[in-house]
């Protein structure tokens, strides 16, 4: 499964930084995606705020897209990507239901 | 159930611990001396030259810095183990003997490497003076001297998590605390295959940093979240387990992200890919985790209807903030944007990777182990909620404006280099010196090194206040 | 007491962790006896038969070296001993290294040997990197033999009055600070004659390193490289 081409392209020097930006913030993004989900489920933000934590995470996601793009990743690292992009959406999700269910057997 | 600080009073295992972060903190400082050294000879490369040359003044910078923190890292623990444990720390005599021999050898080898610096190429000098490894550079004697003191450590935590309660937070340590040990022997050995060199070497660095030592963190924060805002020990409990599993599945295999350009074969740059972008993910569930149990606990103590923080160590819990922000920040964000290998390729070996690292042990591992003495400062002088004073305020602010903006400056630099340096010049002799005497390479040295200074005024407040703030009157006894 | 689910279960999670750590070591353990076996050092005979190998044997310092792209990697590659012209070396034309091309291959073992000695004991890696790990205040090492600024042409070899590049980066290396480049120098770190030759040996053996392409571009710009 080697990627043949993982090197083949040179990356033009004006996509470095637009890469640099992109990946940092996908972590920024993603950060605020599931910094929002959380502080909106222990209640410290409001219920309507949740959606705004989505649209951080698509925000993310594009980010991963635009740095793959630029970097000319291949397919393995392209579907490595992917799978990184679906843990984030996942992780807050499994989170809170195993911590909720924790809470919910210890306090009552 | 929530730990109290006071029954630790009179405890030796407490002793001790209050004694590996005296040490810890002084060679903290040593550290940002010189760094700071360093940092002067970018901006005016004649300082010091043939005198205290830039290889030894950032050998010592980095050994200082890997050695407080093992310092602080060991101290954590005797200090943690009597709470976890409900019992005194078993071979704590041998112990205090194993901190003196410890203490004894570090000053032999920064002695040596301040007045001895290089020697002939043969055995001897591995031997006895250093081993030129980046990061494990102690020389052979001391790295038998550390196995030692390793081993002793390791021992005492064993029979005392085994003979007292076992909490899961003495479990994961036990079981960590181990390989942190054992990996070293993997970097103990001379070959003159340079490809087989850095393999090796790379299983102490990466394994320690970014497997064992993250799961210490872990480990740490599940033990101060305990402490100071009493979240529930089931919660935390799991949750570490489920960090361990996250940063263990991610952390050893991510290693693959330093075998691209050594010589190794190619498999490593799909296996480096993967793990690499899994990496953060670990790191970004630590950081929910402190939320969520901050908010829940400060929920449930708000539905009481006693408005009161639930946080009993003010400056502590704010290290350990920064401590879970800083994570994902520094090794989180500053690792991945040049984890891949398709963009690692032009910023392996650049600016970035110490921006990186100066960020990533900062805010990984310096931040909590800040916070481990703060929580023995208040353990020691009995201080039911300590209080932020003015230094403390001074310190966590100048430290970590300091460091994030020497991040910020290594940044640009890394920048520049990738752009010249690399993918126009190809990393050769010339190219490299045409990418060092840019303007905005230049300029971003100069701002690192005043960075650096702010880093270390707020270590002197640092010092101060932890000095103090025990006697202090401002804090609830 | 509300109904027990195992994602609650401690004993579950620390099974897991348990399994997933062992799975991750056991697989790193097994890549490593892989890569152990890819990267062990090459022999004479290797270089002899036209064996490539990553790592390939002392002798190589009787080679010519040159570090070209090959479309068939879709980077550069070290070539040894000449290009085949399809993607491999030829391991035929010889480089003379300090006169010689003849070195055994216990010779040019005690040479490497020294020269590994030499660049840790001198500590290189605290301001130099090599195969990109070290420090950065001072170049990357990794292809250094093959630096333009060392070649015939180049600047170093007029600087230090010598006329081929492994005397005259010998030269350098014993008195670094007598051929100031820059304003930052190497300082002079006591390198003798013979540990400057095992290091240049050490120099040269690293560069014949398949190091999957980096760095990229190599000396692309030699216009720049010569000052032109």
């Given at each position: 499964m080697i990627e043949e081409v993982v090197m083949r392209q040179d990356i033009a020097l004006d996509d470095f930084l637009p890469i640099f930006i992109s990946s940092s913030l996908v972590l920024v993004f993603g950060g605020f995606y599931v910094g929002i989900y959380t502080a909106v489920k222990v209640k410290?933000?409001?219920?309507?705020?949740m959606p705004i934590a989505y649209i951080f995470w698509m925000l993310t996601a594009y980010c991963l897209y635009l740095m793959g793009s630029l970097m000319h990743v291949g397919e393995f690292t392209a579907k490595a990507l992917v799978v990184a992009a679906i843990g984030l959406f996942l992780l807050p999700h499994a989170v809170y239901f195993m911590q909720h269910q924790v809470h919910e057997e210890n306090e009552h | 159930m929530a730990n109290n600080h006071?029954?630790?009073?009179?405890?030796e295992s407490k002793q001790l611990a209050t004694w590996y972060f005296t040490f810890a903190a002084i060679l903290f400082g040593a550290q940002l001396l010189f760094g700071l050294v360093a940092a002067i000879q970018y901006v005016?490369?004649?300082?010091?030259?043939?005198?205290?040359d830039f290889s030894v003044a950032r050998m010592l910078h980095i050994n200082a810095l890997v050695v407080w923190m093992v310092f602080a890292m060991f101290g954590s623990v005797y200090w943690l183990l009597p709470d976890e444990t409900g019992i005194e720390t078993i071979g704590i005599k041998i112990g205090k003997l194993l901190y003196w021999v410890f203490v004894a050898a570090i000053v032999v080898v920064v002695l040596v490497y301040l007045f001895v610096q290089v020697g002939p190429a043969d055995e001897t000098s591995i031997w006895f003076?250093?081993?030129?490894?980046?990061?494990?550079?102690?020389?052979r004697w001391a790295d038998f001297g550390i196995v030692v003191v390793a081993l002793g450590f390791v021992a005492n935590l064993f029979l005392t998590g085994t003979a007292g309660n076992r909490s899961g937070i003495v479990t994961v340590l036990m079981a960590d605390m181990i390989a942190f040990a054992g990996l070293y022997?993997?970097?103990m050995f001379f070959t003159d295959n340079i490809s087989v060199d850095q393999y090796w070497w790379w299983w102490v660095i990466h394994l320690w940093v970014e497997a064992t030592w993250e799961v210490y963190v872990g480990a740490i924060a599940a033990y101060g979240l305990i402490t100071m805002i009493g979240a529930h020990r089931k919660v935390v409990e799991m949750w570490l387990w489920i960090e361990v599993a996250m940063l263990f599945g991610s952390g050893i295999l991510g290693i693959g992200h330093h075998y691209?350009?050594?010589?190794?074969?190619?498999y490593w740059w799909e296996i480096g890919a993967l793990f690499s972008a899994l990496e953060p993910l670990p790191l970004v569930a630590m950081f929910i985790h402190v939320l969520y149990d901050w908010g829940k606990t400060q929920g449930a103590q708000d539905a009481t209807g006693v408005e009161v923080s639930?946080?009993?160590n003010k400056p502590a819990f704010t290290w350990f903030v920064l401590n879970a922000f800083g994570n994902f920040l520094g090794a989180g964000i500053w690792g991945f944007f040049h984890t891949l290998p398709q963009v690692n390729l032009y910023t392996?070996?650049?600016?970035f990777t110490s921006a990186h690292g100066h960020l990533a042990f900062f805010g990984a591992y310096a931040t909590i182990l800040i916070g481990m003495m703060y929580i023995a400062v208040q353990g020691t002088n009995g201080i039911k909620v300590m209080k932020h004073t003015k230094s403390s305020l001074w310190a966590v602010s100048m430290i970590c404006g300091g460091v994030m903006g020497m991040t910020v400056a290594l940044t640009v630099a890394g920048y520049v280099q990738v752009l010249v340096?690399?993918?126009?010049?190809?990393?050769?002799w010339a190219g490299y010196f045409d990418g060092q005497s840019g303007m905005w390479f230049a300029q971003a040295m100069d701002w690192r090194l005043v960075m650096g200074a702010v880093t270390f005024l707020g270590f002197l407040f640092l010092a101060k206040d932890l000095l103090s703030t025990g006697k202090n009157p401002v804090h609830e006894r | 007491m509300a109904k027990t689910s195992v994602w609650s279960d401690n004993r579950f999670w620390q099974r897991s962790a348990g399994w997933i750590t062992g799975f991750a070591a056991v697989l790193l353990i097994w890549l490593t006896f892989d890569t152990a076996g890819q990267i062990a050092m090459g022999t004479d005979e290797d270089l002899k038969n036209g064996v490539t190998k990553r790592v390939p044997g002392?002798?190589?310092?009787?080679y010519k070296i040159t570090y070209e792209m090959s479309d068939k990697r879709g980077h550069e590659v070290p070539y040894i001993g000449?290009?085949?012209?399809?993607?491999?070396?030829?391991?035929?034309e010889k480089q003379k290294f300090f006169g010689r091309d003849d070195y055994s291959e216990e010779e040019a073992a005690a040479l490497l040997h020294l020269g590994k000695l030499g660049s840790q004991t001198k500590n290189c890696m605290n301001c130099h990197t090599l195969l990109g790990n070290g420090a950065y205040y001072a170049p990357d090492l990794t292809k250094a033999w093959l630096d333009p600024a060392w070649?015939?042409?180049?600047t170093m070899q007029a600087m230090t009055g010598k006329s081929t590049k492994e005397e005259a980066m010998a030269e350098f290396l014993q008195h670094p600070s007598t051929y100031?480049?820059?304003?930052?120098m190497m300082p002079d770190?006591?390198?003798?004659a013979e540990e400057a030759k095992g290091l240049v040996a050490f120099l040269k053996h690293m560069s014949s390193?398949?190091?999957?392409?980096?760095?990229?571009?190599?000396?692309?710009?030699r216009g720049a490289v010569n000052g032109k």
């Open positions: 410290l933000l409001k219920k309507w705020t | 006071l029954t630790g009073i009179g405890s005016m490369p004649g300082f010091l030259f043939e005198l205290l003076i250093h081993e030129g490894r980046e990061y494990i550079e102690a020389p022997l993997a970097g691209f350009w050594i010589g190794t074969p190619e639930v946080i009993n392996h070996g650049t600016q340096s690399r993918a126009q010049m190809g990393a050769t | 002392p002798t190589v310092i009787n000449g290009n085949d012209g399809k993607g491999g070396s030829l391991f035929q070649q015939d042409d180049g100031p480049t820059h304003a930052r770190l006591g390198i003798t390193i398949d190091t999957n392409g980096f760095p990229r571009n190599f000396g692309k710009i």
